[in-house]
């Protein structure tokens, strides 16, 4: 069974400060990731993709990726009242297929 | 402007009574995807199509029938025989290429009544 793994938190940090979402994957023949954000109540988003090894960035948001570690990261900068929500990560664990494997989920807060 | 459409957003089901899910989607997408979400869980894959007259289990496919007769429309019918059918639906589609991501519609919320 490929799975995704996550701490489901809650992880709580200050208004302006960095937080850090984990993610580790079992399938080592994984080729695509992805980073999705769920408010309470609503369907996910989609915030950030990552192909391959090392960081990518976008705005406040950073990506990290390393296969040999089987390990996907999400970095947040300056975090506002409004990145509170679920965060799941999801793999491309399907091949050919392409079947995204989810994550259950780290629900983030940020206190002002 | 372009995206996935999913009614209604809540439903109610009565015991021995099977319900469709709508899921339209204007993206010229080849793949759609159907997912349960139960609270404080991850999104569990139902079923999934990659092209027009073709679909493929998920991991929890009991209790669930679809169809894809249309390129924009993939409707999901709860059977009587999933018995535990209160979630939350979200359907889903991607362009082709491994590198594209699926976008998700609304969702639909159903419950037992």
């Known amino acids: 069974q490929k799975e995704v793994e996550q701490n489901s938190g809650p992880l709580s940090v200050p208004e302006g400060a960095i937080a850090s979402l984990n993610c580790t994957y079992s399938?080592?023949?994984?080729?695509?990731f992805f980073w999705y954000r769920q408010y309470s109540g609503k369907s996910p988003e989609l915030i950030m993709s990552?192909?391959?090894?090392g960081d990518k960035e976008d705005g406040r948001f950073t990506a990290q990726l390393n296969k040999a570690s089987q390990y996907v990261s999400l970095l947040i900068r300056d975090s506002q009242p409004s990145d509170s929500a679920t965060y799941l990560c999801?793999?491309?664990?399907?091949?050919?297929?392409?079947?995204?494997?989810f994550g259950k989920g780290t629900l983030l807060t940020v206190n002002p | 402007d372009g995206g996935i459409t999913q009614s209604p957003k809540y439903l109610f089901r009565k015991e021995g009574q099977n319900v469709t899910l709508s899921c339209e989607q204007n993206?010229?997408?080849?793949?759609m995807y159907w997912y349960r979400q139960d609270p404080g869980q991850g999104l569990r894959l139902i079923y999934y199509?990659?092209?027009?007259?073709?679909?493929q289990k998920g991991d929890i496919a009991e209790g669930y029938s679809v169809s894809r007769e249309k390129k924009e429309s993939f409707p999901l019918t709860v059977t009587s025989a999933q018995k535990n059918p209160t979630a939350f639906y979200l359907c889903?589609?991607?362009?082709?290429?491994?590198?594209?991501?699926?976008?998700f519609g609304d969702g639909t919320r159903l419950s037992i009544l």
């Open positions: 993206l010229n997408h080849d793949a």
């Open positions: 990552i192909y391959s090894n």
């Open positions: 199509s990659q092209i027009v007259n073709d679909f």
């Open positions: 889903a589609s991607r362009g082709t290429g491994f590198s594209q991501p699926q976008h």
């Open positions: 999801a793999v491309n664990s399907g091949g050919s297929n392409y079947k995204l494997t």
């Open positions: 399938d080592r023949g994984s080729q695509s």
